[in-house]
């Protein structure tokens, strides 16, 4: 965690305030940056970037990399997520870009039989399976 000196500043309450909206849920800083402005607030896009990495740094929000081609998604996790051990792991639709949120206790025994037998700590922050989602399928 950023040790960092943290401002309460109005763009970060309300950049905070939309993102308790939406848990859960995937957005890249330009899905923010089109919210505030189609709500007519003004935030600039500096500060939505600096504001999501310093919430980043503050373990409220996750930050994804999927691929080099993909924008980086975030996810509101809130305050205490990260201390209380809840991950996810991830699987991307190759066809539609689909990012989909892979909660399953199956995962958390493939990632404790991966340490066990082959001395290998998979990272959920960053593992993402790829494939093509239901939609896709048909």
């Given at each position: 965690?950023?040790t960092?000196?943290?401002?309460?500043?109005?763009?970060?309450?309300?950049l905070?305030?939309?993102l308790?909206?939406?848990?859960g849920v995937?957005?890249?800083?330009?899905?923010?940056?089109?919210?505030f402005?189609?709500?007519?607030a003004?935030?600039?896009?500096?500060?939505?970037?600096?504001q999501?990495?310093?919430?980043?740094d503050e373990?409220?929000?996750?930050?994804?990399?999927i691929?080099?081609?993909?924008?980086?998604?975030?996810?509101?996790?809130?305050?205490?997520?990260?201390?209380?051990?809840?991950?996810?792991f991830?699987?991307?639709c190759?066809?539609?870009?689909?990012l989909?949120h892979?909660?399953?206790?199956?995962?958390?025994?493939?990632?404790?039989h991966?340490?066990?037998?082959?001395?290998?700590?998979?990272?959920?922050?960053?593992?993402v399976?790829?494939?093509?989602?239901?939609?896709?399928?048909?």
């Open positions: 965690m950023n960092r000196l943290k401002y309460k500043t109005k763009q970060r309450d309300i905070l305030k939309y308790e909206t939406v848990p995937h957005i890249t800083a330009n899905d923010v940056c089109e919210y402005k189609q709500q007519g003004n935030i600039g896009q500096s500060t939505i970037y600096r999501l990495e310093s919430l980043v373990g409220i929000i996750n930050k994804y990399i691929d080099g081609n993909s924008p980086a998604c975030f996810e509101y996790v809130g305050e205490n997520s990260h201390i209380c051990g809840n991950v996810c991830h699987c991307k190759e066809k539609c870009g689909k989909i892979l909660h399953c206790d199956e995962m958390e025994e493939i990632q404790s991966l340490f066990k037998a082959h001395q290998f700590k998979m990272d959920p922050l960053r593992t399976f790829y494939g093509l989602c239901e939609e896709c399928m048909q």
